[in-house]
């Protein structure tokens, strides 16, 4: 069960495996705040990349580079200027084993060429500032709360140099090893975590988890049994196999919900 989480369902992440074949738009996710007050929702959506394989001179777009003027971001919005947009943003050139934070509130978009695993809240509430490169319209890109509503969402203030390089990770650059590493930076800890490992490990802790084999051949063991896996395969690991480590010389992503889920919950966003 969830133990706390808002019902039975409740596992406390969502993982995603995304291969961008074209560029993403310009969008944002609202925080719990906002999610709490508009969406009926204890969840809002901040999300991370973890990037598993890139084109050359791929990048993220991640906050805007310097402050921008709601009114002047309203008017490049109706009048779909995506060009204006990312020429304000931080652009971000990506390689395998970077982990990006992306918080809500903050503007984002990914460029065709990269595939990445995205941990994120569970939810799906997008604010799309750019829908013109979409399928979707403009009466679907403000979660049916009209864009004066959902606009005070979206962060207007630079993100500067240091604090977009708080939201980056190089960890996973580095050959897993057999300890369970972080792979994003410390910030995304009470919302979801993602760790690597690789042949023989020590144990985890029970609870829910999705394990994602990344290279070789293995097993999940613990008391309650061992399964076999490989790469190319993802497993969702529930509280009741218990403490269970990787044996073999498989190499895994793991991801799961963040420290002290589902009780930091309670207070809205986490600061």
């Known amino acids: 069960g969830a133990r706390g989480g808002r019902d039975a369902a409740d596992l406390g992440i969502l993982v995603k495996l995304l291969d961008a074949r074209q560029r993403l738009p310009v969008h944002v996710h609202p ?55 990312l020429a304000h943003m931080n652009r971000v050139v990506v390689r395998p084993g970077m982990g990006v934070l992306v ?48 606009m005070p969402a979206v962060s207007t203030d630079a993100l500067d140099a240091a604090a977009l390089d708080a939201l980056i990770s190089t960890a996973g650059t580095a050959p897993a090893e057999a300890g369970f590493r972080s792979l994003l930076p410390s910030a995304a800890d009470p919302y979801f975590r993602l760790f690597d490992a690789a042949g023989e490990t020590a144990s985890r802790e029970a609870g829910f988890a999705v394990v994602l084999v990344s290279d070789g051949a293995g097993a999940l063991v613990s008391e309650a049994g061992s399964v076999d896996v490989a790469r190319g395969q993802v497993y969702a690991v529930p509280h009741a196999f218990g403490a269970w480590r990787l044996a073999g010389a498989a190499e895994v992503l793991v991801a799961a919900p963040g420290a002290g889920w589902p009780m930091t919950l309670r207070g809205g966003d986490v600061r």
């Open 31 to 85: 925080d719990r705040g906002f999610a709490a007050s508009h969406l009926d929702c204890p969840y809002g959506k901040t999300e991370a990349w973890y990037v598993l394989e890139t084109e050359d001179d791929c990048a993220v777009h991640l906050g805007w580079n310097r402050p921008v003027d709601r009114d002047e971001l309203d008017r490049r919005r109706e009048a779909q200027d995506g060009e204006w947009m």
């Open 103 to 150: 918080p809500a509130g903050t503007v984002h978009a990914i460029d065709g060429g990269i595939f990445l695993a995205e941990v994120q809240e569970p939810t799906d509430f997008s604010i799309l500032l750019e829908w013109s490169v979409t399928t979707s319209t403009r009466e679907e890109s403000h979660l049916d709360l009209g864009f004066d509503a959902v």
